[in-house]
């Protein structure tokens, strides 16, 4: 069975620029999620999709992050435009289902690891 | 609100050593926990859960149990090797109605094994 599937691996962009990660669930997955991992910290939750509804967004800075999920299968997350703080690793997640009917597994990708400059 | 707090590393320990990573957490309601690991280079990958008090998740020879307690989920392996070495993520899920199953992550530790 194919993980989860994340593009690009890593980026390098300047500050103010744009940039865009895709990821791609695991076939059947209800559920994705996008965390950002800081260098030195734990994954950090921005959005939690249940197919292609938001779940969760408390966390996501909406001035500048946008994230879509259409027809419910790959979802890419956006960001413009981007500080210097942006800088970590953004690691995409998806599970059978959501967590309010139980406890799911969350499969993570390799994430792609942002620098902003 | 929710948090998962974690022993700081790095830890450094030498082959066949005991190895006990602490982690406690504040939460309402009845999480599930976990420990992940992230091998150098790779993903985030799921070690073990527990998903009620007094479960004892086990993989791979490392050990967790579920203290509501202590509110605790300490990570424990009796005898390291080489290739344990990675960084270790304790985390809560809130479960069951009203929730949304999002991980809350401890800040990691770090565990070098040395030959």
């Known amino acids: 069975e194919a993980g989860v599937a994340q593009s690009p691996r890593y980026k390098i962009i300047e500050k103010r620029q744009s940039v865009a990660f895709w990821c791609n669930p695991i076939s059947g997955h209800a559920t994705l999620y996008w965390y950002q991992q800081i260098l030195g910290q734990g994954p950090k939750l921005l959005i939690q999709f249940q197919n292609n509804g938001v779940v969760d967004d408390s966390q996501l800075p909406k001035d500048r992050f946008s994230a879509e999920r259409l027809k419910g299968v790959d979802s890419t997350l956006k960001i413009q435009p981007a500080k210097l703080e942006d800088s970590a690793v953004y ?23 942002l620098t902003v400059t | 609100g929710n948090s998962v707090t974690q022993m700081e590393g790095p830890v450094t320990l030498s082959e066949e050593a005991f190895l006990t990573i602490n982690c406690t957490y504040t939460a309402t309601g009845y999480p599930s926990l976990f420990w992940y ?62 929730n949304t199953g999002k991980l809350i992550f401890g800040q990691g530790t770090t565990l070098q094994v040395k030959p």
Request: glycine residues 12%; hydrophobic residues 25%.
């Open chain 2, 37 to 98: 690991v992230q091998y150098p280079g790779e993903g985030l990958q799921l070690l073990l859960k527990a998903t009620k008090a007094d479960d004892k998740g086990s993989n791979k020879g490392f050990e967790a149990t579920y203290r509501k307690e202590t509110t605790s989920f300490h990570l424990e392996k009796g005898s390291v090797q080489v290739s344990d070495s990675a960084v270790y993520f304790c985390a809560l899920s809130d479960t069951g109605s009203g």
């Open chain 1, 91 to 113: 690691l995409c997640a998806s599970s059978l289902e959501s967590g309010t009917v139980g406890s799911y597994e969350q499969y993570f990708g390799p994430g792609t690891r």
